[in-house]
């Protein structure tokens, strides 16, 4: 399974919604569309700044991630950023690949 962090912001509708089904409701809601598509919730966190919930999630792929972001986004009540996150293990063994790449104006 790979980690997922989702950032998102509520529109004022869905401040009232969230109000309406309570924070732990709206938790609840995450961990049923992540079983859905085959993941699992890790945490949720609603936060005072830039965005108004943090949402760390495990899925088998980009894809079941990318139908849970479209799935809230497409509602118009949130708009998340999604990120897909890497264990340092996962960092390590990028590094050791070969790209074969070449900056601008390198030979």
Do not use: C, W
Request: glycine letters at 10%; hydrophobic letters at 45%; charged letters at 20%.
């Amino acid at each position: 399974m790979a980690k997922f962090l989702v950032q998102a912001t509520y529109t004022a509708e869905g401040l009232k919604g969230l109000k309406k089904e309570t924070a732990v409701g709206r938790r609840k809601a995450i961990e049923n569309v992540a079983k859905s598509l085959g993941g699992k919730l890790d945490s949720v966190h609603f936060a005072l700044g830039e965005y108004d919930v943090i949402i760390i999630l495990d899925f088998p792929n980009t894809v079941s991630a990318a139908a849970a972001a479209l799935a809230a986004g497409s509602s118009g009540f949130i708009r998340p950023k999604t990120t897909a996150l890497l264990t340092p293990e996962e960092t390590d063994e990028a590094f050791k690949m070969s790209t074969g790449f070449k900056a601008p104006g390198q030979a």
